[in-house]
């Protein structure tokens, strides 16, 4: 008989049920797979509607007076040269220049203002406001492709939808990105590139995109220490620091060669506007004379002291950062990186409307929640600057003065993302210590993974 069922091919129960988990677990699979894959091309809908609401807004509109002071450039380094434009740029505040960008900057400026005056272009709208826009516009969608796909590869940065979505979309990135005018998205693409590479261990590309993020603006250099020393504690400091400083220097070759001082001193001296932003804000409201000033130069000596010694605690700050956090798992140089951000942050003299995007993706991946309150303050804080300095809906063309009544009507507004970024980082820190009970604020101890 045993012979003859084996002869008829009889089912093992037990085979049968495990072969009917299996499937059901491959089918699951399948499906959340499935979803995912859904989920993500949500997610790049919302970018790409994003990305033509930007166009749009960017094709039908002047931007701010950066604009108008980035065309003013962009004459001047084609008719001057560039040392020209750095020693004198645009005579804005007592004689001073206020040219403060790097050299590929300028050399873009000096492209898209040759390009704007051909009348190919002209005849397809393609005028020096909308060209200027361009970039900042792709590099917003850049970020959220990476981060999608970020989210659906690593299970480390699993990133609710809704808050991938709500970067997808975000006011305060159609705002800047599509109306404003300047080339800060474009520093936060390379940027967080570079940090991505660190989850990638790829050492030669972070140090390239780092390099880059600090050719467009100079404030990535901040945030040196953190991916320097993320990468010394994994053995790849050269290969980081080789591409780094080998396209840096190639970059800087023509000012650094010719004019290395006035370089230097306009690039990396420029402070923002006191008064107009956190702490600096509530020292001018005391009206005392040495809290009374809104210019980055020539304020009053205790108003300078007060922003230096801001600075430096920045500085720090992130130093500390760096080195305690250095062995932590790759996720951390970009949780690294936010919480620098929100230091710089609370604790800077002075802010541009703009930087509102600086900070963005990096807050996200450290919290989906912080970041949809800071998105929801900071829409608030910018839509009542674009208005008031445009006069009010629609927008056209806006006009940022630094006199008082106008200052008035806008910069209480800032507080509010100001005081979720306070919340967000004392909320972040009891977090941190209720995970590690010993935790110390003040220590130079590293950090390692439990």
């Known amino acids: 008989m045993g012979t003859e069922a084996a002869g008829t091919g009889a089912v093992n129960p037990v085979q049968s049920i495990d072969f009917a988990i299996a499937r059901s677990s491959h089918e699951e699979i399948g499906f959340l797979a499935q979803s995912r894959r859904c989920r993500n091309l949500w997610i790049v809908g919302f970018a790409l509607m994003g990305l033509m609401l930007k166009v749009v807004i960017a094709f039908n509109t002047f931007g701010t007076n950066d604009v108008a002071a980035f065309y003013t450039f962009s004459r001047s ?126 050492p030669i590309l972070s140090g390239i995109f780092f390099a880059l993020s600090c050719q467009v603006k100079v404030i990535p250099f901040l945030f040196l220490p953190i991916i320097f020393f993320f990468w010394l504690a994994r053995g790849a400091t050269m290969r980081f620091t080789i591409p780094f400083v080998l396209l840096s220097v190639t970059m800087w ?38 809290f009374n000033g809104t210019r980055p130069f020539n304020l009053p000596w205790s108003a300078a002291a007060v922003a230096l010694l801001f600075k430096v605690g920045i500085v720090a700050a992130v130093l500390v950062i760096a080195w305690r956090r250095r062995y932590l798992r790759e996720r951390a140089v970009i949780d690294s990186i936010a919480c620098a951000w929100i230091i710089f942050f609370v604790f800077s003299p002075g802010i541009c409307v703009q930087y509102m995007v600086w900070l963005a993706p990096f807050i996200l991946i450290l919290s989906p929640a912080l970041y949809a309150w800071l998105v929801f303050t900071s829409s608030v804080f910018l839509f009542f600057f674009y208005n008031t300095i445009a006069g009010g809906l629609p927008w056209y063309i806006a006009i940022s003065t630094n006199k008082l009544d106008a200052l008035n009507l806008w910069v209480p507004w800032s507080l509010w993302p100001w005081a979720t970024l306070i919340f967000g980082m004392i909320l972040l820190w009891k977090k941190a210590v209720a995970a590690d009970p010993l935790l110390r604020l003040f220590s130079l101890q590293t950090l390692r993974e439990p």
Request: aromatic share 18%.
């Open 253 to 290: 070759a023509e000012p650094l060669i010719k004019f290395p001082t006035l370089f230097l001193k306009n690039v990396f001296s420029y402070g923002s506007f006191w008064g107009e932003w956190g702490f600096t804000y509530w020292l001018r409201l005391t009206q005392l004379p040495q």
């Open 77 to 202: 380094l084609a008719d001057h040269g560039l040392e020209w434009t750095y020693r004198n740029g645009i005579v804005w505040f007592s004689g001073l220049p206020i040219f403060n960008h790097p050299p590929l900057t300028a050399y873009y400026l000096q492209l898209i203002g040759h390009v704007s005056r051909q009348e190919f272009f002209r005849s397809y709208g393609l005028t020096f406001p909308f060209l200027l826009r361009l970039p900042g516009i792709v590099a917003d969608f850049v970020v959220v492709l990476v981060l999608v796909q970020l989210s659906a590869t690593d299970a480390r940065f699993r990133i609710p939808s809704w808050a991938l979505a709500l970067f997808a979309i975000s006011p305060v990135s159609l705002m800047v990105s599509g109306f404003h005018g300047n080339t800060d998205p474009v520093v936060v693409m390379f940027l967080f590139l570079a940090a991505y590479m660190c989850l990638r261990e790829r």
